[in-house]
């Protein structure tokens, strides 16, 4: 499936959008970055709350470790945010390590189409009363350019995370 907008949101909602009309109610799917930061290997530890009935959207957390100090505090900041803003109760918003039913997909029409995909994503699984949990996965220190600016794309997600009160 190829997308032909740029754009961290466009790339998921195309991706969910095809894989939630090709695939069953059972399926799990799950979503990791491909920049080599996450461990193919922690794709079971995310989707056995979910084979076991715990959960019905399960996100990774990173711990911030083999982060730089500035993606780390970026990263906490957001989170910390989001969480106060939004009564989120998830300590790594910005992990792009999930797993999650394949009707849960269906269900949630995210408008972002940036790199807060991530928080709207998890708001409305947690305002439609999903039953959302976290699990500690590795994180490995990221190969080649990154693509994110640290200001401008968090000043983004702090925009977006203050638009999102609004909202719901």
Same mark, same amino acid.
């Given at each position: 499936?190829?997308?032909?907008?740029?754009?961290?949101?466009?790339?998921?909602?195309?991706? %969910?959008?095809?894989?939630?009309?090709?695939? !069953?109610?059972? +399926?799990?799917?799950?979503?990791?970055? &491909?920049?080599?930061?996450?461990?193919?290997?922690?794709?079971i530890k995310l989707m056995e709350p979910i084979v076991k009935g715990e959960a019905d959207f399960v996100t990774g957390n990173r711990q911030f470790k083999n982060m730089s100090f500035k993606t780390r505090f970026g990263n906490k900041f957001i989170s910390k945010f989001a969480n106060l803003c939004l009564g989120l109760?998830?300590?790594? +918003?910005?992990?792009?390590?999930? &797993? %999650?039913?394949?009707?849960? &997909?269906?269900?949630?029409?995210?408008? +972002?189409?940036?790199?807060?995909?991530?928080?709207?994503?998890?708001?409305? &699984?947690?305002?439609?009363?999903?039953?959302?949990?976290?699990?500690?996965? !590795?994180?490995?220190?990221?190969?080649?350019?990154?693509? %994110?600016?640290?200001?401008?794309?968090? %000043?983004?997600?702090?925009?977006?995370?203050?638009?999102?009160?609004?909202?719901?």
């Amino acid at each position: 499936m190829w997308e032909p907008k740029k754009g961290y949101g466009y790339a998921m909602q195309s991706g %969910l959008c095809y894989i939630s009309t090709v695939y !069953s109610e059972n +399926t799990i799917i799950v979503i990791l970055d &491909a920049d080599g930061t996450y461990e193919i290997k922690d794709i079971i530890k995310l989707m056995e709350p979910i084979v076991k009935g715990e959960a019905d959207f399960v996100t990774g957390n990173r711990q911030f470790k083999n982060m730089s100090f500035k993606t780390r505090f970026g990263n906490k900041f957001i989170s910390k945010f989001a969480n106060l803003c939004l009564g989120l109760g998830v300590i790594d +918003t910005q992990s792009g390590m999930k &797993a %999650l039913k394949v009707e849960l &997909a269906k269900k949630l029409k995210v408008k +972002t189409n940036g790199i807060s995909w991530q928080i709207e994503f998890i708001t409305q &699984a947690k305002r439609e009363g999903v039953r959302i949990k976290e699990i500690p996965i !590795s994180y490995n220190c990221r190969t080649g350019k990154k693509k %994110l600016g640290r200001i401008k794309d968090g %000043l983004y997600e702090v925009y977006s995370i203050i638009k999102m009160i609004e909202v719901w």
